[in-house]
């Protein structure tokens, strides 16, 4: 049973850090491409970042500089480091495999605020 478990959000500061970290479990995690997608209320959910198998990562325009998407095969695991954080970064985060049908998990919110 896919299990996807995304933790590390927070209330931050224009200007400040995060980083979330996804656990993933009941699928072979190092077969897939990742991806870190947000959500704001009443839109749509986005990819913002994504990683494949041999490490190649991708980025939304709106983040491209800001942030850095890694993966540890080892603890099948997945890393958004978010600098420079402004308010309209503000959603909840999930993680996922694109392109695959996969359950979401519960998401963790990032709130940009002063």
Not at 26 to 51: C, D, N, P
Not at 76 to 95: H, K
Not at 96 to 107: I, K, T
């Amino acid at each position: 049973q896919v299990q996807l478990v995304e933790s590390g959000g927070g209330l931050v500061q224009p200007g400040g850090s995060l980083t979330l970290s996804c656990a993933t479990s009941g699928f072979h995690f190092g077969f897939y491409t990742m991806g870190w997608y947000r959500q704001v209320s009443g839109k749509q959910r986005e990819l913002v970042a994504s990683i494949d198998i041999v490490d190649r990562t991708e980025y939304a325009d709106s983040m491209k500089g800001r942030v850095i998407i890694s993966r540890d095969k080892s603890k099948a695991t997945i890393s958004l480091q978010m600098n420079n954080l402004r308010p309209e970064d503000t959603a909840v985060y999930y993680c996922n495999r694109p392109l695959v049908d996969s359950p979401w998990g519960q998401g963790t919110q990032v709130t940009v605020s002063s």
